[in-house]
T-cell receptor
């Protein structure tokens, strides 16, 4: 079993739709959870960073963590064509941990 | 403040040659991480370095791969005697603080290595 599972998609939605991206993880020691956005041929860009269960909102983006079910989500409201990218979930055991464990990424296309 | 700088952006090597990938961290960052992204795969941790020290190299292949972060100059990821399976995108990330570690890491644009 992989440490972090993420549906690779691809996911295609119309502009304005609400997008839900999800990951599951297996290691209870994971404490910090991140979502990265990666445009084609570019480096990953940190979108959201959360610790512990609950929700965190930033503009059109909401990150949700449910530690009891080892499930993390990213919601994008009012999706835009510029949101078209690959979204990577990542996690690590502690704030000072040196390594991030990534999901494979979900490729999202928002159609105008 | 320039971001994490990687060069070259694209590198083509013949089988058996050496590949050298460079990474200059963001100003003020003293922690560097290297990740590899194979086609259709997520990023995989390779190595974590501080100036003049390798802290964690648990993700590095046992042979042909090495990394350094000297007191002066960029971090270098070196791949000797490259094989076709080494073809991938190699990303460098840097962070400012040990206590926040990889959670505050910022990534460069990557070096895309192609072995022919």
């Amino acid at each position: 079993q992989k440490e972090v599972e993420q549906d690779p998609g691809p996911l295609s939605v119309p502009e304005g739709a609400i997008v839900s991206l999800n990951c599951t993880y297996s290691n209870s020691a994971f404490q910090y959870f991140m979502w990265y956005r990666q445009y084609s041929r570019k480096g990953p860009e940190l979108l959201m960073y959360t610790y512990s269960s609950g929700n965190k909102e930033d503009g059109r983006f909401t990150a949700q963590v449910d530690k009891s079910s080892k499930y993390i989500s990213l919601f994008i409201r009012d999706s835009q064509p510029s949101d078209s990218a690959t979204y990577l979930c990542a996690t690590t055991t502690q704030g000072g941990s040196e390594k991030l464990v990534f999901g494979k990424g979900t490729k999202l296309t928002v159609n105008p | 403040n320039a971001g994490v700088m990687q060069n070259p952006r694209h590198l083509v090597r013949r089988r058996g040659q050496e590949a050298r990938l460079r990474c200059s961290p963001m100003k003020g960052h003293s922690h560097v991480y290297w990740y590899r992204q194979l086609p259709e795969e997520g990023l995989k941790f390779m190595v974590y370095l501080q100036k003049e020290n390798i802290i964690d190299e648990s993700g590095m292949p046992k042979e042909r791969f090495s990394a350094e972060f000297p007191k002066e100059g960029p971090s270098i990821l070196r791949i000797q005697q490259v094989v076709r399976g080494d073809s991938a995108a190699y990303f460098c990330a840097s962070s400012p603080r040990r206590d926040r570690g990889a959670t505050e890491a910022f990534f460069g644009q990557g070096t895309r290595l192609t072995v022919v």
